[in-house]
């Protein structure tokens, strides 16, 4: 298993279709996940810091977890199929819940667990971005500064 950060979601054009970018944290491949707009909502919000009057789904299971003292420990991203990414949910001790791998990372960024991905899994679907591509993610990281939430309704 490797460590992934989140880079952030943005809206992959034309399809509008968002996605969720990953980085290995000790290497230089990146992981794209097409997700729904309604966890790239959450994940953004997170990112950014919004707190919304009332509790999302993933903040709702957050604070269930809390009060049940089951601790998210770590979210694994175990498999590739079809090209559908399957995810774990590991809690408390020695607990694992499969779960699909938006709701796992909106979950994981909420409570500061670590995201980490199967080799294979890397292997299979991981993207290096030579040096010269760079500044596309930079790019992203400027559009991540900028977008909304409310972008990834509709």
Not at 46 to 56: H, I, N, Y
Not at 57 to 71: K, Q
Not at 91 to 120: F, K, N, T
Request: charged share 30%.
């Amino acid at each position: 298993m490797r460590e992934l950060s989140v880079v952030g979601v943005r809206v992959e054009l034309p399809s509008n279709q968002p996605i969720v970018l990953l980085r290995e944290v000790d290497g230089d491949r990146y992981l794209p996940i097409w997700i729904g707009a309604v966890e790239a909502t959450a994940i953004a919000y997170e990112q950014q810091g919004v707190k919304p009057a009332r509790p999302l789904t993933h903040d709702l299971l957050r604070d269930v977890l809390a009060a049940l003292e089951a601790p998210l420990k770590a979210v694994e991203i175990t498999e590739l199929k079809e090209n559908v990414f399957y995810a774990d949910l590991l809690i408390g001790e020695g607990l694992r819940i499969s779960a699909r791998p938006s709701d796992s990372i909106a979950l994981a960024l909420r409570v500061g667990a670590p995201i980490r991905c199967a080799d294979q899994v890397l292997t299979e679907a991981g993207i290096v971005i030579p040096d010269e591509q760079e500044d596309e993610v930079e790019k992203f990281r400027e559009f991540l500064d900028q977008v909304r939430p409310e972008d990834f309704a509709g």
